[in-house]
């Protein structure tokens, strides 16, 4: 029921930038938190960036806070991340979740590679 569909991926030069999109249906996407959580080859999954339902609040890893930026449309049920001054550490499958109390995702993407490289 469920779903959480991203897009967006591709390969970008250090210092550059990318948009990835996660297209929400099954649910009130307007209702819930979203976050975006990221895995880099041979890591454990690390949490990027949340927002609640009317995006008067964000939150941000320090790893990427001042480079990336989270928002949503909920009248299109989608999720964005805007990524910028991208680094190869960046590099990762990147997942939207979806957030519930207590900081439990109970929904994920499928997962969308994000590689930085020269």
């Known amino acids: 029921q469920v779903q959480l569909v991203e897009s967006g991926e591709g390969l970008v030069q250090p210092g550059g930038s990318l948009r990835v999109s996660c297209a929400a249906s099954?649910?009130?996407?307007?209702?819930?938190?979203m976050s975006w959580v990221r895995q880099a080859p041979g890591k454990g999954l690390e949490w990027v960036s949340t927002?609640?339902?009317?995006?008067?609040?964000?939150f941000y890893a320090d790893s990427v806070k001042g480079r990336f930026t989270i928002s949503r449309d909920n009248a299109k049920n989608t999720l964005y991340l805007q990524m910028n001054s991208l680094k190869p550490e960046d590099t990762a499958l990147y997942y939207c979740?979806?957030?519930?109390?207590?900081?439990?995702?109970?929904?994920w993407g499928q997962g969308i590679q994000v590689t930085v490289s020269s």
């Open positions: 099954g649910f009130t996407f307007s209702s819930y938190p």
């Open positions: 979740a979806r957030l519930l109390a207590g900081w439990s995702h109970d929904s």
């Open positions: 927002n609640n339902p009317d995006s008067t609040s964000t």
